[in-house]
């Protein structure tokens, strides 16, 4: 922890400062790709499809440039986890599930050191919040989960069933679509739903020719 400049030994936290918030995202996602590269990728799908949705539903350019950002950066706090886990080749036990799950607020704690980064910590903090109050860590329910988080949340479901991984092949977008339709109102915000075939469509032509 960084102490406070005026008097150098008391407790308070300084604040980072940055030169701009394009040296730190840079930063953290080269520290992304060092980690993993399928991370990096999915880092960035999820960006550019929730500024994408964030847009079309005609949301503040200043929110919507934050949402990208927490887009990109939402799995940050994977960099705290132990690279042990992900290379665990036995069903995960319910420590490691306990383990994993802290991302989250180790994305906060990564980004909220930054003033210009505040509320990309908080989204990134609520991506794994559930409509139905059933997701962590807070258990936040229907609009108290931030807007951009509830956008997340919707644009990497998509991505990880859209996305081959070594223990699943890639699920259709017809698919895709149908699921995420049964799960509005309990996983996902239905006004987001709502447009999901929208979003669709704009998905396959945005990144599946990439
Ligand atoms: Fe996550
Ligand atoms: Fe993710």
């Not at 490691?96 to 908080?122: C, M, R, T, V």
């Not at 859209?162 to 698919?175: E, G, I, L, M, R």
């Amino acid at each position: 922890m960084n102490k406070c400049d005026t008097c150098g030994g008391c407790s308070q936290t300084k604040k980072k400062n940055l030169e701009g918030d394009k040296v730190t995202i840079d930063l953290l996602m080269d520290i992304l790709e060092n980690n993993n590269m399928s991370m990096k990728n999915h880092a960035n799908h999820v960006g550019i499809m929730s500024k994408w949705l964030a847009q079309y539903l005609g949301i503040d350019s200043n929110l919507c440039n934050t949402i990208e950002l927490a887009g990109r950066l939402h799995d940050i706090g994977m960099m705290k986890i132990s690279p042990s886990l992900f290379n665990k080749t036995d069903a995960l036990s319910a420590l490691d599930w306990k383990e994993l799950k802290k991302h989250s607020e180790y994305g906060f704690e990564i980004l909220n050191q930054y003033p210009e980064l505040n509320e990309a910590a908080q989204i990134v903090l609520e991506h794994h919040e559930r409509f139905d109050g059933t997701g962590y860590p807070s258990g936040l329910l229907g609009n108290e989960i931030h807007l951009g988080a509830r956008i997340i949340a919707l644009c990497e479901t998509i991505d990880h069933m859209s996305t081959d991984k070594p223990y699943k092949n890639a699920v259709s977008f017809k698919s895709i679509e149908e699921e995420i339709r049964q799960k509005s109102g309990t996983q996902f915000d239905p006004w987001l739903v709502m447009h999901i075939k929208e979003l669709m469509i704009v998905w396959q032509e945005t990144l599946v020719c990439e």
